[in-house]
């Protein structure tokens, strides 16, 4: 159901020429809708239970697209309506995610990658699904992905003693390590939660990015997380490798970029993820 609230403000938004409205899958977080307003077709999501998420979204669609890169849904409306959240945007229907679309996507991925940017982090802090997401503005690559990235999970994790001691102090190993395991590395603008039900192919196919997790951060963990749950073409790897090649030896840090979202599945969902973090965790230290 949608608040009265709610339905007040998205009526007085398109002058009350609305038809409807039909509930669509949100994810897990926010409440989502589709509806009407004349001939337009409109996407509405809001979210009364985690505070500043959406504001966090908007936020992160609005700086893709200023680098007018990739494309992003136009943000039509943001409101704050008393205890609630809300954002309106353009209902995109989905298309045939062909070859030459697959191409498209990996070519302005790697577009948005290559545009530089000054530091590891973000202006603020934002969301990594539910979960508050720390993004304190850093030079180094390893200092930012231990102290921004890992150790607040772990010490989330640790909180829920989903680890014992032998496991927490693997992590300090690792730790250890990571300079010698990651290369020279620059920042980039990154999505930050690049699953395949975050982005989107339309009807003349043309790829979106959406619910983006933004900030800047080593390329490699945006296409780290494609591989976490697949769904991603081959045609999509190898436009962005031509576009942007990769640093060598990539497909063997896949494992420790994606500790960080295992463990945000592990501290939103439980222990049904531990062992698929310390199986990546184990394939650097023992």
Known sequence: MIPEVIKQFVYSLH??????????PGGSINNAFRYYAGKEEFFLKFNQ????????????????SKLNCISTPKVIAFQKVESYELLVLPFIKEGIKTSRAWEAFGEQLAEMHSVPVP????????????????NEQTDNFPSFFINQRLRPQIQLAHQNTYFSSKQLNLFDVLFQKLPEILPDTK?????????????????????????????????????????????????????????????????????????????????????GYLGSVMNNLYQYVR
Do not use: C
């Open 15 to 24: 002058n009350h020429k609305i038809s409807g409205f039909s509930s669509v």
């Open 49 to 64: 239970e985690v505070e500043g998420i959406i504001e966090k979204e908007v936020d992160g669609l609005k700086a893709i």
């Open 119 to 134: 530091y590891y982090g973000w202006h603020q802090n934002n969301f990594i699904g539910s979960l508050p997401q720390s």
């Open 187 to 271: 920042p980039s603008l990154v999505h930050g939660d690049l699953w395949s039900g975050n982005f989107m192919i339309d009807e003349v196919g043309i790829p979106y990015l959406i619910d983006p997790s933004i900030h800047y951060n080593y390329r490699e963990s945006d296409l780290a997380f494609t591989y976490l749950f697949g769904g991603f073409d081959s045609k999509f790897y190898e436009a962005y490798n031509q576009h942007f090649p990769l640093e060598a030896g990539f497909a063997e840090r896949i494992p420790l970029y994606n500790i960080y979202p295992l463990l945000v599945h592990l501290n939103i969902f439980g222990t």
